[in-house]
């Protein structure tokens, strides 16, 4: 009556001795494999970014026309350890940290302030 489950529970106990090895070679490669697809396309480039975000900080000076991350742009007028001061229209200054700052814009981009 139940004939039709006998071969499938043969083919279900993998083949013989060397069926259980090939099996474990191809999991470590698939693993290997997705932790280099992750390497690749996730943390490597969220690390340059950083390391770039990093460098503009170090970089940035008086005189620096910036563009924040709340998209204020302006000049800046002093700098300090934790935050800038940046002229946003004549006689308006705001306080910001460095971690706002997005990017810099070339010399000259806002000439109203």
Same mark, same amino acid.
């Given at each position: ?17 060397? %069926?259980?090895?090939? %099996? ?10 997705? +932790? ?11 690390? !340059?970014?950083?390391?770039?975000? !990093? !460098? ?6 008086? %005189? ?13 007028? /002093? ?11 004549? %006689?308006?200054? +705001?306080? +910001?940290? /460095? ?7 070339? !010399?000259?981009?806002? /000439?109203?302030?």
């Amino acid at each position: 009556m139940f004939e039709f489950l006998i071969p499938a529970a043969h083919a279900a106990d993998g083949g013989g001795a060397g %069926g259980a090895g090939g %099996g474990a070679i191809a999991q470590i490669v698939m693993l290997v494999g997705f +932790v280099l697809i992750f390497y690749f396309l996730l943390w490597r480039p969220q690390s !340059k970014r950083a390391k770039a975000h !990093k !460098k503009l900080m170090a970089e940035l000076s008086e %005189g620096n026309e910036v563009l924040l991350s709340g998209g204020l742009a302006g000049r800046i007028t /002093k700098v300090g350890e934790e935050f800038l001061t940046i002229e946003i229209a004549s %006689g308006t200054e +705001v306080n +910001v940290q /460095k971690n706002a700052v997005a990017s810099v814009l070339p !010399k000259g981009t806002l /000439k109203s302030i």
